[in-house]
């Protein structure tokens, strides 16, 4: 069954800090992958996606995920990390059809100024 | 451009009663999905309508329950309320075709259910 597995409960960083995100999967084949932020108060907004092709993907807010089949993960990164990105990442993966995300448990990031 | 809203943003129920919350998608889109999110929680699957029907349910009991509408907004009714059912309710919205053809799921904000 398909699953997704985010290890980091909490990571804390300092402002201009670099920042990376863990994400490991298990899929029948080769997925297509997801990371998804959510704001204190807000709603899921989508960063990048990966679904063929190159496998490293560039999102917004200067946020960057490397695909690695060998090692099942799909690992977001962001070279310094500012203030405002303190916030709960998820990432996911389909379900059983095209409109089914499953997520992970969410890593929660702070920012120490 | 609206995005996914949805209503109430805050509710408080108590066990035993019956919540409705509601949800318009994004323009242009006609699919509707729900998630539960508990808290220290992913979001789950509950389940998606299109055409004003079901189409695929995950792995909640027949308490929870929807509705679309033609214009494509949509209703989560939850029926019975426990306590274990506090949680966001997450509403995403897409065209048909889903993510698979490069499309992206949008979610609203979310109506936050308090069960006492």
């Known amino acids: 069954a398909q699953s997704v597995t985010q290890p980091d409960i909490h990571i804390t960083v300092s402002e201009g800090a670099s920042l990376e995100l863990r994400c490991n999967y298990s899929?029948?084949?080769?997925?297509?992958l997801f990371w998804y932020v959510q704001s204190p108060g807000q709603g899921l907004q989508l960063l990048l996606k990966?679904?063929?092709?190159?496998?490293l993907v560039q999102g917004i807010k200067g946020f960057e995920a490397e695909f690695k089949r060998s090692q099942s993960s799909f690992n977001l990164r962001k070279p310094s990390v500012h203030w405002s990105d303190a916030a709960e990442y998820f990432c996911?993966?389909?379900?059983?059809?095209?409109?089914?995300?499953?997520f992970g448990s969410g890593t929660r990031l702070l920012v120490r100024p | 451009d609206a995005g996914v809203t949805q209503s109430p943003t805050h509710l408080i129920k108590t066990r035993g009663q019956q919540v409705t919350l509601r949800c318009s998608p994004k323009?242009?889109?006609?699919?509707v999905s729900w998630y539960q999110q508990a808290l220290g929680q992913g979001p789950q699957f509950i389940f998606q309508?299109?055409?004003?029907?079901?189409?695929q349910r995950g792995n909640f009991p027949d308490r929870f329950s929807g509705h679309q509408f033609p214009n494509y907004s949509s209703e989560l009714n939850v029926n019975a309320l426990l306590l274990g059912d506090s949680a966001l309710y997450l509403c995403?919205?897409?065209?048909?075709?889903?993510?698979?053809?490069?499309?992206?799921?949008?979610f609203g904000e979310g109506s936050w259910l308090t069960v006492v």
């Open positions: 323009s242009g889109h006609d699919t």
């Open positions: 309508y299109y055409e004003e029907e079901e189409r």
């Open positions: 990966y679904f063929s092709g190159d496998t």
């Open positions: 995403a919205s897409s065209s048909r075709s889903g993510f698979r053809s490069g499309n992206t799921i949008y």
């Open positions: 899929y029948g084949a080769t997925p297509y």
């Open positions: 996911a993966l389909p379900g059983d059809s095209s409109y089914k995300l499953i």
